[in-house]
């Protein structure tokens, strides 16, 4: 499994680092082209608001997550059965709506 887990991991961080670097390549030429203020504002306010549902999202799910494994302890299963991840498949799309549901609000 080792053999498999470390290029997947390097893979996906290297991508990772390219998507941030394109990202800010990006923003050097916005802000080199002296286009709208306005434009540039409403983008970084856009940013932020995606990094912080981003946060919102992975809080409430993590939490979610971790009510489904509180769940499977309190019920003393000890085994990995379909019902304990069905428990966790549930707890994670509880934790999805939730969020949903949220940032309808929130809108």
Same mark, same amino acid.
């Given at each position: 499994?080792?053999?498999? !887990?470390?290029?997947?991991?390097?893979?996906?961080?290297?991508?990772?680092?390219?998507?941030?670097?394109?990202?800010?390549?990006?923003?050097? #030429? #916005?802000?080199?082209?002296?286009?709208?203020?306005? #434009? !540039?504002?409403?983008?970084?306010?856009?940013?932020?608001?995606?990094?912080?549902?981003?946060?919102?999202?992975?809080?409430?799910?993590?939490?979610?997550?971790?009510?489904?494994?509180? !769940?499977?302890?309190? !019920?003393?299963?000890?085994?990995?059965?379909?019902?304990?991840?069905?428990?966790?498949?549930?707890?994670?799309? #509880?934790?999805?709506?939730?969020?949903?549901?949220?940032?309808?609000?929130?809108?």
């Amino acid at each position: 499994m080792q053999n498999v !887990l470390v290029p997947v991991t390097m893979f996906l961080c290297i991508t990772y680092v390219i998507k941030l670097l394109i990202d800010a390549r990006m923003r050097i #030429l #916005l802000l080199r082209a002296g286009g709208a203020d306005g #434009l !540039l504002h409403s983008l970084l306010q856009n940013e932020e608001q995606q990094r912080r549902h981003a946060a919102l999202r992975s809080g409430i799910t993590l939490l979610a997550l971790a009510g489904g494994f509180g !769940l499977i302890q309190l !019920l003393g299963w000890t085994d990995i059965t379909p019902g304990a991840a069905a428990v966790l498949v549930g707890a994670l799309g #509880l934790g999805n709506l939730c969020y949903y549901g949220l940032t309808r609000r929130m809108a």
